[in-house]
């Protein structure tokens, strides 16, 4: 692991327990949990679930592997506040705020 994903999985964590209130234990494991979703994603297709915005639950499929011929323009800038991915069922761009992140399976 370099220095930069290390300093990207703790800014996370913090910006969690910021947003949340929770103990910075749990928004660390959290942090840690959405590394390897993308890292998951990054290497092919993985099944998630994240809260949305309306308070349902939202299962998944999405990707990360082989999509740069999918990207139009140029996009916002990363700013660790949300996760982008390629929905498998939906074809398409989709995102989800970090703190509302439940599990991969």
Known sequence: MKGQEL???????????R?????F?????KSWQLYRLIKQ??????????EKADGTLRKA?????DTT?????????????TVRYYD???NGWRSF?????VTAY
Do not use: C, H
Not at 25 to 29: C, D, E, P, T
Not at 41 to 50: D, E, L, S, T, W
């Open 7 to 17: 300093s990207k999985v703790m800014r996370r964590a913090w910006q969690i327990a």
């Open 19 to 23: 947003v949340t209130g929770k103990a």
């Open 25 to 29: 234990a749990v928004a660390l494991s």
């Open 41 to 50: 994603m990054r290497a092919g297709v993985v099944r998630f679930a994240y």
């Open 61 to 65: 499929i999405g990707t990360l592997k």
């Open 69 to 81: 011929l999918l990207v139009k323009g140029t996009g916002r800038p990363d700013d660790g506040r």
């Open 88 to 90: 498998v069922e939906a």
């Open 97 to 101: 705020k970090v703190e509302n992140f």
